[in-house]
């Protein structure tokens, strides 16, 4: 049993150095309990007899399965609906009621919105719930809304679309009856296929390259980059803010911020922008 405090800082670097070349996490010396804690748990359960002997699998024998598994280790997948609601009342009263009212044309009647770092899939889903209520009738429109992740667990899991009671709790009862369906005879709860129709989950390493070209109307990458160094961070936004088109909204974790990055993005709140 691999017990908590064997994780050298040689070990703890090898780690960080695996993650930064790989996924462009920023793994510093505060999150040496955390990695060494869930290694602990995975190595129990593991064929490798230690520490040692897993990191020469990944450094030399590991295949793209093995390392998404060892992503799955330091990723932490937090989320729920409606999290920072405030940005969800801006796409309503900003884009989706605007939509409604033809205040806003889009071309061919398309909205594209992207949920990257979708975790689970609280976000996207809350998405499809906002879109669907403000615009009310959304005959004759194509309304896409492309969830992303690169865990293996929290793509599963957005693609399942169920949430235990805990989850759904802070729901209003009239929006879960209109939204989810009650599944088998416990107290999880599935998206209704209305919703799970505008949502499609994949997934997706930000560092690599991207096959969607854009132009999309909203992207959310919230509580991603809080794990990458300054300048990934930038280099990251600048991809965004090429595929937003104009006047598109961009929205960031509510302890991130774009302060100092020369991106083509204005505030419209804290945590908000629009190119």
């Not at 759904?168 to 088998?184: E, S, W």
Request: hydrophobic letters at 45%.
């Amino acid at each position: 049993m691999l017990a908590v405090d064997t994780l050298t800082p040689q070990q703890f670097e090898r780690i960080a150095a695996i993650a930064r070349a790989r996924w462009g996490l920023s793994l510093t010396a505060s999150k040496v309990q955390l990695v060494t804690s869930r290694l602990s748990a995975f190595l129990r359960k593991s064929p490798f007899t230690d520490v040692a002997d897993y990191l020469r699998h990944l450094e030399h024998g590991a295949d793209e399965k093995d390392m998404l598994v060892f992503f799955d280790l330091l990723s932490t997948n937090v989320t729920s609906f409606f999290r920072d609601r405030a940005h969800f009342d801006y796409l309503e009263r900003e884009l989706f009621t605007s939509i409604a009212r033809g205040n806003i044309t889009l071309p061919a009647r398309k909205l594209r919105i992207w949920s990257a770092g979708c975790s689970t899939g609280c976000e996207p889903y809350t998405l499809a719930m906002v879109a669907h209520e403000s615009m009310k009738d959304l005959s004759g429109w194509d309304v896409q809304i492309l969830a992303t992740d690169l865990s293996n667990y929290a793509v599963r899991e957005a693609r399942a679309a169920t949430y235990t009671q805990d989850t759904i709790k802070a729901l209003p009862a009239d929006v879960l009856a209109r939204h989810f369906d009650r599944a088998g005879a416990g107290d999880s709860w599935t998206v209704k296929p209305h919703l799970r129709a505008m949502v499609k989950v994949g997934q997706l390493n930000l560092m690599e390259k991207w096959p969607m070209n854009g132009p999309f109307d909203v992207i959310f990458c919230r509580n991603v980059m809080i794990y990458f160094d300054a300048a990934t961070r930038e280099r990251l936004v600048k991809r965004f803010a090429q595929l937003l088109r104009p006047g598109g909204i961009f929205a960031v974790g509510s302890a991130e911020t774009l302060a100092g990055m020369n991106v083509g993005l204005r505030s419209a709140m804290p945590s908000l922008y629009v190119k």
